[in-house]
């Protein structure tokens, strides 16, 4: 373990200077670093419900700007109209060309009167704030709706996945993954519309100010730009792959720690804290040393960023100062121009740069459109069709014909396997440990599609139909007990979500879990804990067995249902199962002898095959 001092402690010199010569060495961004700026584009259709606010912004930026030109401009009306006593009829002049007339006894008063200027200032600064304060409301309600729409539509289209993608992905990278590349995203909302917004209008009014302050002096401000673009090129050149670096540890970071609590019961009864800590630790420890070699690579680059900048700053000075000693220019020009070109060159840099900032977005978009572009479960295999939603209930007639499936191409689980399962039949399918009986029911649940052969439901295709279609269908009781962070009563609801709170404990009496549920701290309201933590196996498996009798589904399926019960709460159980599901379709999976009551067929499942069973005592066992 480490000490007290942390895991980094002082970084000695050598230390550094191997960092710092780590993060000096370029290391190509490899595939996963590749961008297309084309995928930003894709994501601009979520601006389009926001372009009254974009609208509005734009306005209201660009009012901004101009007011901002006041208080800079302020200093050459100062030094020149007030304390130089120049002649302000060149100003009054110009206002009448340009159809402003009615602003000439105004000018002609401020331009004359110190208070007076100092209170129009003063008025301007005030209203030049409260445009900033609404301006940053509706930036912020842009950004964040954005992300909403976006964030929301990631999940609505990786919700309709296949079961098989969740089963090949860790679910603590995936969410951390969303989370990461949809705040990328917000680049396209946040420094892409608004940069373009904010750096369009400074751009227009900085330079019509400043060129009539003097022509010679923006000209060589705006050649002086393309030298400070190459040096950002340089810098993202290479932190482009430290970024990638850092984000996919992170990723990684998020998953590991999802482990760790989502497992805590393993660790804790391996007593192996210490392991998994460590474990954690390193990599913990290699993502901060990524972010020690950014950030050490930062302060080289932004140096020498700040002494480019400081050399033209001095060139404006004396170069500006020279046109003053020959008349070319007035003191005040010359101090509204230090003041406002700053505002000339990041307009103009950020239009230069724009297209190196949005690397990282550009790399968040395509991820995400990755995502966006995976065929979901709810698509038809023939792009010209969709899938059917029959607006009717089944009878439970199910046709599985000569259907072959496998996980992998070289280890076939189900082979040639032909049933027929008439409206309320009640089935029972056994086999080793391995069998593909469960198996058997994801293609049931169409969680999978065959490899060969074909399902029938009431003679629908499973290939045509919509799974959501199926699955309402169907009850299941599964071995895998899932309870949400929620109450009991919002647990057993979640079957059907309209059903009252008397359907609810009806079930749960049928269940055999009602008294125990009315004897908990806060009855059918506790909160059971994550995936049902505060309760027993036993009360966990009932609440999924009273879930499933509300659903009132034709089809019940059970996948050892009785599995965390002893024998008495068992055969209450059966005689609930035979009660409540009268008439029903039902295929029961189990190891217990004392389940195959409930059903009046029994089908083997060995060595991928299916074949029927007599009814005998051996019957499990054999």
Not at 195 to 206: D, F, K, P, R
Not at 518 to 528: F, K
Not at 560 to 565: F, K, N, Q, Y
Request: charge should be neutral.
């Amino acid at each position: 373990m480490t000490s007290q001092s942390g895991p980094i402690g002082k970084i000695p010199l050598r230390g550094r200077l191997r960092l710092l010569r780590d993060s000096l060495t370029y290391v190509p961004p490899g595939k996963d670093g590749e961008f297309k700026y084309r995928d930003i584009l894709y994501f601009t259709r979520y601006l389009i419900p926001l372009k009254y606010a974009i609208i509005s912004s734009l306005i209201l930026t660009f009012i901004s700007s101009l007011l901002g030109t006041a208080l800079p401009l302020s200093g050459k009306w100062i030094i020149d109209y007030i304390f130089m006593h120049q002649s302000i009829e060149p100003v009054l002049d110009r206002l009448s060309a340009h159809h402003l007339a009615f602003l000439v006894p105004f000018a002609s008063q401020v331009f004359s009167s110190l208070p007076l200027l100092i209170g129009t200032l003063a008025v301007v600064s005030i209203v030049k704030y409260l445009i900033g304060n609404e301006l940053s409301l509706i930036n912020y309600r842009i950004n964040t709706e954005y992300g909403y729409r976006v964030k929301m539509a990631v999940f609505t289209h990786v919700m309709k996945y296949p079961v098989s993608f969740f089963k090949s992905t860790r679910s603590g990278y995936l969410l951390a993954r969303i989370s990461s590349d949809t705040a990328g995203l917000s680049g396209i909302s946040g420094s892409f519309l608004q940069n373009i917004i904010t750096a369009g209008t400074s751009l227009c009014v900085t330079a019509t100010v400043l060129s009539a302050l003097s022509l010679p002096l923006t000209l060589f401000v705006i050649i002086t730009v393309p030298v400070s673009v190459i040096i950002s090129y340089w810098v993202v050149r290479f932190t482009r792959s430290y970024s990638i670096r850092m984000r996919e540890s992170g990723l990684q970071m998020a998953a590991d720690g999802q482990d760790l609590f989502s497992s805590i019961d393993l660790i804790k009864t391996h007593a192996a804290e210490e392991r998994e800590l460590n474990r954690y630790m390193k990599r913990t420890l290699d993502n901060i040393s990524l972010n020690i070699a950014s950030m050490l690579f930062g302060q080289v680059t932004g140096g020498v960023q700040m002494a480019f900048t400081n050399i033209v700053r001095l060139i404006v000075m004396l170069y500006g100062g020279s046109l003053v000693l020959s008349n070319q220019m007035s003191i005040g020009s010359y101090t509204a121009f230090l003041a406002m070109y700053p505002q000339l060159t990041g307009a103009i840099s950020t239009f230069l740069q724009m297209p190196l900032n949005l690397q990282g977005t550009a790399l968040a978009a395509g991820r995400v459109k990755e995502l966006l572009d995976m065929t979901t479960e709810y698509e038809h295999d023939d792009p010209k069709k969709t899938l059917l939603y029959p607006d009717i209930r089944t009878n439970g007639h199910i046709i599985v014909d000569c259907v072959s499936f496998s996980y992998d191409p070289d280890t076939p689980v189900l082979k040639d396997v032909s049933l027929e399962i008439q409206p309320g039949d009640r089935i029972g399918l056994i086999g080793q440990t391995g069998a593909g009986k469960t198996t058997f029911i994801n293609l049931l649940l169409k969680f999978y599609r065959p490899n060969q052969g074909k399902i029938l439901i009431d003679d629908y295709d499973y290939a045509d139909l919509n799974p959501a279609w199926i699955r309402n269908q169907i009850a299941v009781v599964s071995q895998d007990l899932m309870l949400f962070h929620d109450t009991v009563m919002n647990n057993i609801r979640y079957s059907r979500p309209e059903a009252d709170d008397e359907e609810v404990m009806r079930a749960a009496q049928s269940a055999g879990i009602h008294d125990e549920i009315i004897r908990l701290q806060n009855g059918y309201d506790t909160i059971v804990g994550e995936r049902g933590s505060k309760l027993s196996g036993g009360q966990k498996q009932r609440i999924a067995i009273a879930r499933a009798f509300l659903r009132n589904a034709q089809i019940v399926i059970l996948d050892e249902p009785t599995a965390h019960l002893d024998i008495e709460t068992e055969e209450l159980l059966i005689r609930e199962f035979i009660s409540v599901c009268s008439g029903r379709t039902m295929v029961v999976i189990t190891h217990r002898e004392s389940l195959l009551r409930l059903v009046d067929r029994v089908y083997r499942l060995k060595k991928g095959k299916i074949h029927e069973e007599k009814r005998d005592a051996s019957l499990i066992s054999a």
